[in-house]
């Protein structure tokens, strides 16, 4: 099995910073993008931002300029970090991994989600 465990979650005012971490164990063969999400309650859970096994980047529209993803490959593991913090990031934020597994006989990818981690951002 593959478990992601997200870290770095908390209480942060307005214009802070925080840095997410993701880290993906178990069978792995390889990691292909991995990504965050987030759901604020009573909202649908959206794409925060992704990065490829080749570090292509891609940000929700709210988040340009301010949220960076990046990823430790030799570690299973993605980042991001959070500045400008705007009381309407407050959410849960999911971590996201499509992992290559050798299953059956053939290489599969499988979506994986983690726990999620509380994000509050308020003076």
């Known amino acids: 099995q593959v478990q992601l465990v997200e870290s770095g979650g908390g209480l942060v005012q307005p214009g802070g910073s925080l840095t997410l971490s993701c880290a993906a164990s178990?069978?792995?063969?390889?990691?292909?993008?991995m990504s965050w999400y987030r759901q604020a309650p009573g909202k649908q859970r959206d794409l925060v931002a992704r990065i490829t096994g080749a570090r292509t980047t891609n940000y929700a529209d709210s988040v340009k300029g301010r949220f960076t993803i990046s990823r430790d490959s030799a570690k299973n593991t993605v980042f991001l970090q959070m500045d400008s913090l705007k009381p309407e990031d407050t959410a849960v934020y999911f971590c996201?991994?499509?992992?290559?597994?050798?299953?059956?006989?053939?290489?599969?990818?499988?979506?994986?989600w983690g726990q999620g981690t509380q994000v509050t951002v308020s003076s």
């Open positions: 996201n991994a499509d992992v290559i597994r050798f299953l059956a006989g053939i290489y599969r990818t499988v979506d994986y």
């Open positions: 178990g069978t792995i063969s390889r990691l292909d993008s």
